[in-house]
């Protein structure tokens, strides 16, 4: 089993910054990727960036430039940092980890809400 415990959300200005972690413990030998999802209110769950293990990214659109994902295999732990932030960037925003031959594992959910 992979368990997932998230830090880092609350509530800011727009145009500010937020720094998401992810903490993996467990069977993290069989995770291949990690990422963020957020599903904000009334839509539906999206991926916001992913990590493989090789290092290789992919963000949605809608956050490249201002977002920027990273893993620190040493500690089992993967980031977002979130820079610039906009009211359409508010949700709860979910830790996932994909793996090899077994079930994919989720976060719990940390909620991100960017308002004056």
């Known amino acids: 089993q992979v368990q997932l415990v998230e830090s880092g959300g609350g509530l800011v200005q727009p145009g500010g910054s937020l720094r998401l972690s992810c903490a993996a413990s467990?069977?993290?030998?069989?995770?291949?990727?990690m990422g963020w999802y957020r599903q904000g209110p009334g839509k539906p769950r999206e991926l916001v960036a992913r990590?493989?293990?090789?290092?290789?990214?992919n963000y949605v659109d809608s956050v490249k430039g201002r977002f920027t994902i990273a893993r620190d295999n040493a500690k089992d732990t993967v980031y977002l940092q979130m820079d610039t932030l906009k009211p359409a960037d508010t949700g709860v925003y979910y830790c996932h980890a994909g793996r090899m031959g077994a079930l994919d594992s989720w976060g719990q959910g940390t909620q991100v809400t960017v308002s004056s």
């Open positions: 467990g069977s993290v030998s069989s995770i291949y990727s």
């Open positions: 990590i493989y293990n090789s290092g290789i990214t």
